[in-house]
């Protein structure tokens, strides 16, 4: 009998994977047939959104439902994955209809195929440009952005009460201060933090790719390694451990924001995104726009969320009327305004917030100076090398500074052809 | 089979087998086992068959002829073998076989395929959706073009385009007659209904309405079936020839045969398709002089990091197993559990951990055993390499220290005890007596270790990612990446676009590697035991 009951747990195996085999050709099956026939698939659409965003949809996605008769489904997806999930699922016809991005991810979309153009008509008009630009790829607009956010100064006001105009004169105070660190700001000891730099580099009036008239990048035209670029190369320089020791590799954004919260520097350059902690942790802050080290502005990135229309939307009518008329009310974007605590991206929307909030203002005031980060696909082969440049530099490793930024910029020039 | 016959009626002709007539009684052998286990094969059979059937409606619904064929092929022969009595070591292997096939044959021939395609982010599908997607990107909406109110209509299989200008004027047209002045539809043209819009929202979406007889004009489409604009198209696409043209320039992009559009000065048109190309990724992988030194260095190190890190914990591990082993050693179970706990946490956690405590300036080890030493254990290549070796021996050691502790108290006394017999002291009874006993017991585990630091992947990925990076190349690739990590870089690295086909290129490239190292080291093992 013994061999017999083995026989059978080996059936019972050899069944279940059978059932597995043939519940995903069956899956497959079932999807292809349904949209083929049309009908009712046109009777839903669905969103891929974060968790986090995914309440503030709901009330929009039910009046829509109750206005044109589809239904939203709205999907949780693992924000920092969804990027690389939507390039390869749409493909296959199994991607959303919608999706909740980053703008700076716009580039891969459009080289994969995956997103499609949408014509904001007036509805343009609402937003700001820096926000508009963010979602526009090839003189086309592909998105409708919710929210604009970037980083500032926030500054510890007890122990430094006024405000800093320069680098240099933050970096005074801080020191007269009497703490730890003059200023805060977090890098990754592997790989630099070229976001975070990116005010400073700016302030130098140093870009990564050339802008055309209407705000929009250049990826043909990298510039990251012309005179401004490598002025704050030097720059950068004489502030790391060679020179005045004021960034530390070592540093990384925990141990920035630890610090900090310990009171441990008057000055923390970072996003709204550490306000939360800032304010629970009993600190009297304010935040300054970033001071200028080179002279110039000191502009740091925009990074703008946006709505996308899948290019296989099997409901592309529907889902473009969701998102160009419903997304971008007044009431929705103040909507996502509320979970996320991200400045929203339409103008009216914005003005509510920041009228309440004056963190909102704050960060909005300084992201009206800012630049939006490059939404090509070139951007993506910059980011590391780059990254590594100023972290030779700053560790004072790799020669001289300006010869270590070259390199980069060869590099990267050479990675992206 | 003994029972068989003692159960057949003495007298009665043996008969061959139950099939003929099951109904004989319980004992007459339709199957191995009883009535029980005869309606539970049954059972299970029929739901394997029902979801058969239901699997090749809906395969040759699709029209994928060869998958229904090697379903019907697979389900068939898995009937006949739990059918027919007989065959039992059919039964036993099935299942098994089963999901080798699943699991390890088609995927390594899967990824071999992938190997020789070029499916990466920007060749992630068919060329009909490049085409359909690149016609739709080339629209461009006619600077500060009105809005247009739409209504449409249709008639038959032909759809048309109701408009209200914004200065009041109201127009029709279709796909082949451009907007002509009208109060309204034409007769027998009926309005359609949002949710005939979304019906049929595929043809309104094609609705191209030329908005005078000349083309260049620009033609009205709509993308929401209520508000229409002017849009111009910067590409044209000749089907017949299969080439797009640029409306202004005259540049003509055609079919490169590597899944691009391309023009004659070499620029392309996004996004690509996927087509099979042949064996360039893997010339790629040794050709090309971003990726030709570093791989070879990547395979060097992987080799090194692979035998260092087996080599020191199983040094380490064989140590304090004969240390924890001495018969005079008092307090072994704690000491014993103590040299097991790292064994207890997960790899991605104490990666982490480890990473922190490496920290140049403010980390553990620095800080508390160096006196506040600012060395840099993980932004310096050979000091890298070094970290990873020791965190992963401090990772790995418990396990072979619990190998060799089982191994040594398993070594026959008596050998031990007639070698000291003939005067062999402490060292030379280790060294020829323990050691190669223990071996014939360890050496399957320690090349089963070999090959899995070869792929060890999370204790690179989580305690230095790869870095510091090479400088020599603009590939996201450092001093302590093992291959495995280079093509999980490459596949879904942060940097750049995925390249699928590289990475499959490379992974069957280590596929081979760590095939043949374990045939050579199986035949190696085999003399070892001839020792024995």
Known sequence: MKVNRKGVVGLGALIAGSAVLLAGCAGGGGDTSETEEGGDASSSITVWVDIERKPALEPISKTFTEETGIEVELVTKDFATVDQDFISQVPTGKGPDVIVSPHDKLGAYYAAGVVAPLELGDVADGFTEASLAAVTYDGKVYGVPYSVENVGLVRNTDLAPQPASTYDEMIAAGQAAGTEYPFLVGLSPEQGDPYHLYPFQTSFGSQVFAQNADGTYDGSQLVLGDAQGTAFADWLGTQGAAGAGVFNANIDGDKAREFFLAGQSPYYLTGPWNIPAISEAGINYAIDPIPSAGGQPARPFIGVNAFFLSSKSDNAIAATNYIVNYLSTEEAQLSLYEVGGRPPALTAAYEKAAAEDPDVKAFGTIGETGAPMPAIPEMGGVWSDWGNAELSIIKGEGGAPATVWQTAATNIQSSIG | ?532
């Open chain 2, 1 to 532: 089979m003994a029972d068989v016959k003692t159960e057949t009626p003495t007298g009665a002709p043996p008969r061959r087998r139950g099939v003929e007539d099951p109904g004989f009684g319980p004992k007459r052998r339709l199957t191995s086992g009883g009535i029980v286990a005869l309606v539970v094969k049954v059972v299970l059979l029929g739901i394997i068959d029902a979801l058969a059937v239901f699997g090749l409606y809906v395969l040759i619904g699709k029209g994928d002829w060869v998958a229904a064929a090697v379903l019907l092929a697979v389900v068939a022969l898995v009937n006949y073998i739990y059918l027919r009595p007989g065959i039992l070591p059919g039964k036993y292997l099935t299942p098994g076989l089963f999901f080798l096939a699943i699991f390890q044959v088609f995927v390594i021939f899967y990824t071999g395929y992938i190997s020789f395609t070029n499916y990466g982010d920007q060749h992630n599908s068919t060329k009909e959706d490049a085409v359909s997607q690149i016609i739709r990107t080339s629209q461009e909406r006619v600077p500060d073009s009105p809005a247009y109110a739409v209504e449409i209509y249709r008639q038959a299989d032909q759809y048309g385009m109701f408009v209200s200008e914004p200065g009041g004027d109201t127009a029709f047209g279709t796909n082949e007659q451009p907007l002509e002045e009208a109060s309204g539809a034409p007769d027998g043209w009926e309005r359609l209904n949002l949710n005939q819009i979304l019906r049929f929202q595929d043809e309104v979406l094609a609705l191209n309405v030329q908005v005078t007889d000349d083309v260049n004009d620009g033609t009205l489409r709509t993308q929401d079936g209520s508000t229409a604009f002017v849009f111009t198209s910067t590409l044209e696409y000749d089907e017949a020839a299969d080439t797009f043209t640029d409306t202004e320039s005259g540049v003509v992009y055609s079919d490169d045969g590597e899944g691009n559009f391309r023009a004659e000065d070499g620029t392309t048109l996004t996004p690509g398709w996927r087509v099979v190309i042949g064996w360039e990724n893997y010339a790629y992988a040794f050709t090309n002089e971003q990726i030709r030194d570093p791989l070879i260095r990547v395979v060097i190190w992987t080799f090194a990091f692979a035998f260092f890190s087996t080599f020191l914990c199983f040094a380490l591990g064989l140590f304090l197993a004969i240390v924890f082993n001495h018969p005079t050693l008092r307090g072994k179970k704690f000491y014993r559990i103590l040299v097991i706990l790292p064994y207890a946490f997960p790899v991605y956690l104490t990666g982490l951990v480890w990473a922190g405590m490496l920290n140049e300036e403010f980390g553990f080890i620095n800080e508390v055993l160096f006196g506040g030493a600012n060395i840099p254990w993980l932004s310096d290549p050979w000091l890298a390499r070094l970290s990873v070796l020791v965190v992963n021996m401090w990772l790995g050691y418990a396990y072979m220290f619990l190998v060799c502790t089982g191994a040594l108290q398993s070594l026959p006394d008596d050998v031990i005890e007639a070698a000291k017999m003939d005067g062999a002291g402490a060292w030379r009874i280790f060294r020829s007596i323990k050691l190669p006993l223990l071996f014939v017991a360890v050496a399957p585990l320690l090349i089963a270790t070999f090959a899995f630091n070869f792929n060890n992947f999370p204790v690179i990925f989580m305690l230095t990612g790869g870095n510091p990076r090479f400088t020599d190349t603009t590939l996201p690739i450092g001093s302590t990446d093992i291959m495995i990590t280079m093509v999980y870089k490459i596949a879904f690295g942060s940097g750049g676009g995925r390249d699928y086909g590289l990475a499959s290129a490379l992974s069957i490239l280590i596929f081979i590697i760590v095939a043949i190292i374990a045939a050579i080291s199986f035949r190696q093992t085999k003399s070892l035991e001839d020792l024995h």
